[in-house]
Antibody
Framework: QVQLRQWGAGLLKPSATLSLTCAVSGGSFSGYYWSWIRQPPGKGLEWIGE???????NYNPSLKSRVTISVDTAKNQFSLRLSSVTAADTAVYYCARQMVVGVPGPSDIWGQGTMVTLSS | EIVLMQSPGTLSLSPGERATLSCRAS??????LAWYQHKPGQAPRLLIYGASSRATGIPDRFSGSGSGTDFTLTISRLEPEDFAVYYCQQYGSSPLTFGGGTKVEI
């Protein structure tokens, strides 16, 4: 079955760049959109953006100026970079696969989550 | 951006009872609405997509209904493992957005 495994630095200083990677195993990489979603402590879920196997991206306008989502099809991996982080970026970050339901759909497979904390 | 409002914020129920959760959208979604269950320390779990289709492996006590702007998730008989936070999500328009969540507690 398809599994997502994610990794990256969990402790950052303000103004640094957050970098996370998600590896896809056990299934097809092409034909899907792959997304990043986060949850700040005590708050709800926020969609950050998505990428497909050809590198086409869509971003949340609230983060668009600081976000880059990229794909490495040779390794079946996709990555998130978020620049100029502040305390407001402290959150659990998830990678996820979006179902194909005619449009890029909801997320049916999720990574384990990475807690990213900012500390000066 | 489409805003999703979930109600109530908290639902206090007992095992065996019926839970009815609401999600209202700021504009029509057709049926591009999903529901997730989220427990502490775990990734969210997709329950319902297309407003009413159960995801793979989801028990039939979970059902979704609605279209347009008003949607409902119903848990027919709460099991102990169903106590969690539930989120709705729209995926018909970018950016994808989530509701604020409903906590189902004992």
């Amino acid at each position: 079955q398809v599994q997502l495994r994610q990794w990256g630095a969990g402790l950052l200083k303000p103004s640094a760049t957050l970098s996370l990677t998600c590896a896809v195993s056990g299934g097809s990489f092409s034909g899907y959109y792959w997304s990043w979603i986060r949850q700040p402590p005590g708050k709800g879920l926020e969609w950050i953006g998505e990428v497909n196997h050809s590198g086409s991206t869509n971003y949340n306008p609230s983060l668009k100026s600081r976000v880059t989502i990229s794909v490495d099809t040779a390794k079946n991996q996709f990555s998130l970079r978020l620049s100029s982080v502040t305390a407001a970026d402290t959150a659990v970050y998830y990678c996820a696969r979006q179902m194909v339901v005619g449009v890029p759909g909801p997320s049916d497979i999720w990574g384990q989550g990475t807690m990213v904390t900012l500390s000066s | 951006e489409i805003v999703l409002m979930q109600s109530p914020g908290t639902l206090s129920l007992s095992p065996g009872e019926r839970a009815t959760l609401s999600c209202r959208a700021s504009q029509s979604l057709s049926s591009y609405l999903a529901w997730y269950q989220h427990k502490p320390g775990q990734a969210p779990r997709l329950l319902i997509y297309g407003a009413s289709s159960r995801a793979t492996g989801i028990p039939d006590r979970f059902s979704g209904s609605g279209s347009g702007t008003d949607f409902t998730l119903t848990i027919s008989r709460l099991e102990p493992e169903d106590f969690a936070v539930y989120y709705c999500q729209q995926y018909g328009s970018s950016p994808l957005t989530f509701g604020g969540g409903t906590k189902v507690e004992i």
